[in-house]
């Protein structure tokens, strides 16, 4: 792969309305990524595995609950320094920001949210320092937009739980040290339950095969019979709302980190563009190339400033998770439009692991699909504007 020669592009000065920790942050995840992940990255997606050896490294950017509290063991930033973080990662790849957004969003946040005292200081401290990896078990093999519809359940045998289901697609789930998983029990009423490797009944078979997201390890949960102990059922919230809740985090770094891509994939054409010699010039001089580039920043500035505005409603606790469907939709969609235009651009070289583009396209593909597909976070924004529930 090329040597990273990324420069991140602020067409609107966005900076300006970033505080000094903000840019302190970003600055230390962008040179860690420059650092330890794009010179690794193409070997580790052509290799379909994911590099464990950056864990430690993600811990200490922030990467694992950036917004938890100190006290637990985050590092108790902000939403837009938790949207940056995402964003640089991301720049990096898709599949490394699976795994911080699941271990932040979808397993720390519930756990943080939902959880009693004694879930938090044993689980938290370990999972922000990465000794212990999470994985989020919601979609079924049989229900995936529609997760209401789960089967998965659980019943109370008295001195523990019994849990018997299957979960399908989890991230990170074939080297997980625990699971969150969701379940119904003997009411229908859907539950959070901690789910640890080595209980008896319970697996992780990897899926393989997978064009997209070759980087990040995917797998089932399978649970056959097994045991959980009453105290590993989170306390505090129940009903679909509960993984719903945390979605709205994840969708929030989604946001912005499918920006990362686009920006990744702008600037890599953006330097080919200009370094390309066809029909004598560079084929940045042709009009044609000039409008992909020029339409590229205009889409990765307006999901700048759109996803900046989303995280002050967040830092104010006023973000609905419709403006969050919103933005996650408009910055993937925008985000899997600049890598195909970006990797047209580099003509037969854009195919290849040589530049980061096809992998990012690629990558896409998951995003755009995961935390809600495209066409279900149109429906979702389409109920909140009309009132008229799409999904009923
Ligand atoms: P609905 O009747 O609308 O809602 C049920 C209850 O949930 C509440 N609610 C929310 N709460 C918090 N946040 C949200 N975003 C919420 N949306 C709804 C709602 O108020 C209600 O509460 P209550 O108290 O009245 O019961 O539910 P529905 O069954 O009609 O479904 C709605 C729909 C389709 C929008 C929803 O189910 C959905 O979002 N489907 C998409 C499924 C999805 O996103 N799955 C993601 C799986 S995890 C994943 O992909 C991880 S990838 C990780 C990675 O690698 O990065
Ligand atoms: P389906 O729900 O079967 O949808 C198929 C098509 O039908 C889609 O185009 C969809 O938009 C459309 N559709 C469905 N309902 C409607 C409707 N009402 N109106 C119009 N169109 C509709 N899940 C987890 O729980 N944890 C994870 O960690 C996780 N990681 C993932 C990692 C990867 C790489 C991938 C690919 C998926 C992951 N997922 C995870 C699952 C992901 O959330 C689901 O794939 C996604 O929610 C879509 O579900 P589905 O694949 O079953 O598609």
Redesign the pocket.
């Known amino acids: 792969m090329k040597p990273d020669l990324f420069e991140a592009p602020d067409y609107y000065n966005l900076d300006d309305l970033l505080s000094d920790e903000h840019k302190l942050v970003r600055d230390a995840t962008r040179a860690w990524v420059k650092r330890d992940v794009s010179p690794i990255i193409e070997d580790y997606a052509q290799n379909a595995e994911f590099p464990k050896q950056i864990i430690g490294g993600l811990a200490e950017i922030g990467a694992f609950g950036p917004y938890i509290p100190e006290t637990y063991g985050g590092a108790g930033l902000d939403q837009i320094s938790y949207g940056l973080i995402m964003q640089e990662i991301e720049r990096g790849d898709s599949g490394i920001r699976?795994t911080a957004s699941?271990q932040s969003s979808?397993v720390m946040y519930p756990i943080w949210k939902y959880g009693n005292e004694a879930q938090r200081k044993k689980y938290l401290p370990k999972l922000a320092s990465g000794e212990w990896i999470g994985?989020?078990?919601?979609?079924e093999p049989d229900?995936?937009?529609?997760p209401s519809g789960m089967t998965t359940n659980f019943k109370d045998m008295g001195d523990h739980y019994l849990l018997n289901g299957a979960?399908m697609?989890?991230?990170?789930a074939p080297f997980a040290q625990i699971a969150i998983v969701w379940a119904k029990d003997e009411t229908g009423r859907i539950h959070g339950l901690i789910v640890e490797r080595g209980m008896e009944g319970f697996t992780t078979p990897e899926t393989h095969n997978?064009w997209?997201?070759r980087a990040?390890a995917?797998g089932e949960l399978i649970f056959d019979n097994v045991k959980i102990p009453k105290e590993n059922l989170l306390p505090n919230k129940s009903g679909l709302g509960a993984p719903l809740g945390c979605l709205d985090s994840a969708r929030y770094g989604i946001a912005w980190g499918a920006i990362g891509a686009a920006m990744d994939c702008y600037d890599t054409a953006l330097r080919y563009s200009k370094e390309r010699m066809q029909f004598g010039k560079p084929i940045g001089q042709f009009q044609l190339q000039q409008k992909k580039l020029a339409e590229m920043i205009t889409e990765i500035t307006k999901a700048q400033l759109l996803t900046w505005r989303l995280g002050v409603l967040k830092n104010e606790n006023k973000a609905t998770s419709a403006q969050i469907s919103m933005a996650k939709r408009n910055n993937v969609d925008m985000a899997i439009t600049i890598a195909r235009n970006a990797r047209q651009m580099l003509g037969g070289m854009g195919i290849t692991g040589e530049y980061s583009i096809m992998r990012h396209a690629m990558n896409l593909e998951?995003v755009i699909?995961?935390?809600?597909?495209?066409?279900?976070h149109l429906?979702i924004t389409g109920l909140d504007i009309t009132g008229l529930n799409?999904?009923k």
């Open positions: 699976s699941v979808l994985c989020f078990g919601l979609t229900h995936g937009s529609n979960k697609w989890i991230s990170n997978k997209s997201l990040s995917t998951s699909t995961y935390e809600g597909t495209h066409d279900i429906l799409a999904f």
